[in-house]
């Protein structure tokens, strides 16, 4: 588990975020494949990286 681990947050998911997410940025297309390879909702995902501070690169949406 990881050390940090924000309350409330999975801890598989936070470990797969600071993997992934190395300098701090993950793309939208990585972070929904990561959702569903830990078979979280995306949602999750982007609350984790909130907590995480870890930014969300190139929105499918345009949001980001």
Do not use: H, N, S, Y
């Not at 972070?31 to 909130?50: F, I, K, T, Y």
């Amino acid at each position: 588990m990881p050390k940090d681990t924000p309350a409330g947050l999975d801890p598989r998911l936070v470990e797969a975020l600071q993997k992934a997410a190395g300098e701090g940025k993950i793309t939208c297309t990585a972070a929904r494949r990561l959702a569903e390879e830990l078979g979280v909702p995306v949602r999750a995902v982007g609350e984790a990286c909130d907590a995480l501070g870890i930014k969300i690169t190139a929105c499918e949406l345009g949001c980001f």
